[in-house]
T-cell receptor, first 112, second 117 residues
Framework: LAKTTQPISMDSYEGQEVNITCSHN???????ITWYQQFPSQGPRFIIQ???TKVTNEVASLFIPADRKSSTLSLPRVSLSDTAVYYC?????????????FGDGTTLTVKP | GAVVSQHPSWVICKSGTSVKIECRSL??????MFWYRQFPKQSLMLMAT?????????EQGVEKDKFLINHASLTLSTLTVTSAHPEDSSFYIC?????????????FGDGTRLSIL
């Protein structure tokens, strides 16, 4: 299973764009990259998933370079409610029984 | 989006009690369900992988006789913590996925806070 590395914590201010990068040097050909958000005492919530290049949805963008050894989650104009832990997962539902290993995650703190 | 319901959300019980936690996928058929454990300020640790109709696969160091997993249908998996002790107190989270299709993310329940007195 691919191991992921993220910054332990990040601080930002309301209205700023936040970019969180995840390193996954041993990503496999079949692996997808998925980002989750977790609030205290809740399960992780799906944010976005991608395989290569750029993916955008209503809440975030995901940038994946050609070598796929890293990815960057971009949150536009964050608010206080975006304060949470963000995890990137690397894996595929059809490979390795769909297992992925959670890294330590990035604790994002948004300040007023 | 896909909804996974976990019940109960909070359990407090005496040492020696067995506790059952249910995980249901409400709007899709989950061929695979995962059970995680999370301690305060730590990441999620995978305990076991549960496939419908077959025995669960446990991660190294997880006692299968302690944490009984049943995945009897495509929408329900249960985790039973047998003879629970204070060291079993933790936040347990399940997720569901469709293993037969590629590119299917895990969808998580809201977790169960287990406190053993």
């Amino acid at each position: 299973l691919a191991k992921t590395t993220q910054p332990i914590s990040m601080d930002s201010y309301e209205g700023q764009e936040v970019n969180i990068t995840c390193s996954h040097n041993n990503i496999a050909t079949n692996d997808y990259i998925t980002w989750y958000q977790q609030f205290p005492s809740q399960g992780p919530r799906f944010i976005i998933q991608g395989y290569k290049t750029k993916v955008t949805n209503e809440v975030a963008s995901l940038f994946i370079p050609a070598d796929r050894k890293s990815s960057t989650l971009s949150l536009p104009r964050v608010s206080l409610s975006d304060t949470a832990v963000y995890y990137c997962l690397v894996g595929d539902s059809k490979t390795n029984a769909g297992k992925s290993t959670f890294g330590d995650g990035t604790t994002l703190t948004v300040k007023p | 989006g896909a909804v996974v319901s976990q019940h109960p959300s909070w359990v407090i019980c005496k040492s020696g009690t067995s506790v059952k936690i249910e995980c249901r996928s409400l709007d899709f058929q989950a061929t695979t369900m995962f059970w995680y454990r999370q301690f305060p300020k730590q990441s999620l640790m995978l305990m076991a992988t549960s496939n419908e109709g077959s025995k669960a696969t446990y991660e190294q160091g997880v006692e299968k006789d302690k944490f009984l997993i049943n995945h009897a249908s495509l929408t329900l998996s249960t985790l039973t913590v047998t003879s629970a002790h204070p060291e079993d107190s933790s936040f347990y989270i399940c997720s569901a996925s469709r293993q037969e299709i590629s590119n299917q993310p895990q969808h998580f329940g809201d977790g169960t806070r287990l406190s053993i007195l």
